[in-house]
């Protein structure tokens, strides 16, 4: 079935510097989400991506919807503590698949 | 924020009791969803919904039932918990679009005893 690769599934940084992290898959996708989640709670919406090079804001998070289609990164600059959780990437495949197709998961810690 | 419901938020039953799970969305969504999700790992779905009296079975396989009589609520049943069906289950919502983008509730930690 379809599948998304996250990379990478854990990171441990200090607080100030920089996080990327990414999905990709074989397959080609019309629709790039993530989210993050926070402990015993549901997770939340931080930027969506619909257009292929698309890249988009949200404070200090960047991501971009990959040329090809089959990836997408997300960059968060200048961690601070309050980052820590897990983000999780989610797509939908184009032609015919129409569910949202979820990453395992990128778990941030992040030391003051 | 998304104006996606779920209560409880927290359950603690014995083995062998029903149980609703209850989700509700102001937002006038379509399509609904049910995902189980152990602590920390992966999202697994269970269960959606593209209207009303429509309800279709997801990718992992569930002993939970759901119903969506009206369009903003997707109440979860399991007949008869075992200690096997403890873990978070998050409820979301999308719009009928190609896109899919889907809102999350707060989540359901059951723990059956």
């Known amino acids: 079935g379809q599948q998304l690769n996250q990379s990478p599934q854990s990171m441990f940084i200090q607080e100030g510097e920089d996080v990327s992290m990414n999905c990709t898959s074989s397959s080609i996708f019309n629709t790039w989400l993530w989210y993050k989640q926070d402990p015993g709670e549901g997770p939340v919406l931080l930027i969506a991506?619909?257009?292929?090079?698309e890249l988009t804001s949200n404070g200090r998070l960047t991501a971009q919807f990959g040329i090809t289609r089959k990836d997408s990164f997300l960059n968060i600059s200048a961690s601070i503590p309050s980052d820590v959780g897990i983000y999780f990437c989610?797509?939908?495949?184009?032609?015919?698949?129409?569910?949202?197709?979820f990453g395992a998961g990128t778990r941030l810690a992040v030391h003051p | 924020e998304a104006d996606i419901y779920q209560t409880p938020r927290y359950l603690v039953i014995g083995t062998g009791k029903k149980i609703t799970l209850e989700c509700s969305q102001t937002?006038?969504?379509?399509?609904m969803y049910w995902y189980q999700q152990d602590p920390g790992m992966e999202l697994h779905l269970i269960h959606y919904?593209?209207?009303?009296?429509?309800?279709e079975k997801g990718d992992l396989s569930s002993e939970s039932t759901v119903s969506r009589i009206r369009t903003e609520h997707f109440p979860l049943t399991l007949e008869s918990a075992r200690p096997s069906h403890t873990s978070q289950y998050l409820c979301?919502?999308?719009?009928?679009?190609?896109?899919?983008?889907?809102?999350f509730g707060p989540g359901t930690r059951l723990t059956v005893l």
């Open positions: 919904s593209y209207g009303v009296n429509s309800t």
């Open positions: 979301a919502s999308s719009e009928f679009s190609s896109t899919d983008t889907q809102y």
């Open positions: 937002m006038g969504h379509d399509k």
């Open positions: 991506l619909y257009k292929a090079g």
């Open positions: 989610a797509g939908r495949p184009s032609g015919g698949y129409n569910k949202l197709i």
